[in-house]
């Protein structure tokens, strides 16, 4: 599993050496892409004040992921972006657990769920 060794506004870096300056998905066998189907999400930014995680954008990841057990969401410096309760119903009745916290902790979180997670998607915020 890729961790997150380092994250700001702006820019997250993995500990495989790999930075970024947009928000990133990275997948249980470590590839790792653009977060490209947030815009399934954007319709209900108003409701949130913040574009959050849909279960119409998190379904396109588990298509390309394959069964996971864990789903990681790096809601941001900040914190913003929010994980849509439909989202998380998706997640429970596909047996995954959903670890949130903020993109900056994410470094903390990942040793943890390394122990707890064999299959981990990875939805990365790297703004607000």
Known sequence: MKCVKNARFLHVELDSGESYNHDIVVY?????????????SKKYADLYNHTPLSAEE?????????RVDC?????GVEGRMRVMDEARRLAERLGA??????????PELCERVKRECKRVLQVIHVTC
């Open 28 to 40: 249980p066998d470590g590839g790792v892409e653009p977060r490209t189907a947030k815009s399934l």
């Open 58 to 66: 998190l379904r396109v990841y588990l298509e390309k992921a394959g």
């Open 71 to 75: 789903i990681v969401v790096g809601t």
């Open 97 to 106: 657990r959903v670890y949130e916290a903020r993109t900056v902790e994410l």
